[in-house]
T-cell receptor, first 117, second 116 residues
Framework: AQTVTQSQPEMSVQEAETVTLSCTYDTSESNYYLFWYKQPPSRQMILVIRQEAYKQQNATENRFSVNFQKAAKSFSLKISDSQLGDTAMYFCAFMKHRGGGADGLTFGKGTHLIIQP | NAGVTQTPKFRVLKTGQSMTLLCAQDMNHEYMYWYRQDPGMGLRLIHYSVGEGTTAKGEVPDGYNVSRLKKQNFLLGLESAAPSQTSVYFC???????????????FGPGTRLTVT
């Protein structure tokens, strides 16, 4: 079984600053997928960014980028030029490649990110 | 195109009562999932289904049953509700395979269930 650990229960930064959220995982799988999900107060789960473990290049989506270190089993999320709308819970999640990932996602406990005006 | 919908959005049950949560998706997805989210926890998988008529246990299946009689619907049942089942329940769906972005899970809006 795999585990996902987010060691920062809560973080607070000023608007326009850059913030990095940490995520580490443990798995015996050699190929897998990693995700960051955002959950605003509306409760809706929103996919922020994804990373295929077989790709060495770090994924980026506009202001969001990841630092994927496969050997260290680390997958951090960097948010640049943070905005008030980025205030939310952020969850790191893992999915196996084996079996087509049919058996779902394993989530970390989340980081509550607060963007201060 | 409504995506993934969940019924009801809120519910309060007394201990020992039963209920069924309905998840429906209109994207013709093969795979469907039920997760629960508790305070201070991420989402944990309860049960999942890889196709009509098939179901499998996830990480926390005890106290729940599921059925997938139609491809578009995935039902989660609580036969005898307990206070420990107070949670927010999320349904999700995705197509099979790992080609390109097909493996993204689409989530419903959640159901808040309180058992007193």
């Amino acid at each position: 079984a795999q585990t996902v650990t987010q060691s920062q229960p809560e973080m607070s930064v000023q608007e326009a600053e850059t913030v990095t959220l940490s995520c580490t995982y443990d798995t015996s799988e050699s190929n897998y997928y990693l995700f960051w999900y955002k959950q605003p107060p509306s409760r809706q789960m929103i996919l922020v960014i994804r990373q295929e473990a077989y790709k060495q290049q770090n994924a980026t989506e506009n202001r969001f980028s990841v630092n994927f270190q496969k050997a260290a089993k680390s997958f951090s999320l960097k948010i640049s030029d943070s905005q008030l709308g980025d205030t939310a819970m952020y969850f790191c999640a893992f999915m196996k490649h084996r079996g087509g990932g049919a058996d779902g996602l394993t989530f970390g406990k989340g980081t509550h990110l607060i963007i201060q005006p | 195109n409504a995506g993934v919908t969940q019924t009801p959005k809120f519910r309060v049950l007394k201990t020992g009562q039963s209920m069924t949560l309905l998840c429906a998706q209109d994207m013709n997805h093969e795979y469907m999932y039920w997760y629960r989210q508790d305070p201070g926890m991420g989402l944990r998988l309860i049960h999942y289904s890889v196709g009509e008529g098939t179901t499998a246990k996830g990480e926390v299946p005890d106290g729940y049953n599921v059925s997938r009689l139609k491809k578009q619907n995935f039902l989660l049942g609580l036969e005898s509700a307990a206070p420990s089942q107070t949670s927010v329940y999320f349904c999700a769906s995705r197509p099979p395979g790992l080609a390109d972005i097909s493996y993204e899970q689409y989530f419903g809006p959640g159901t808040r269930l309180t058992v007193t």
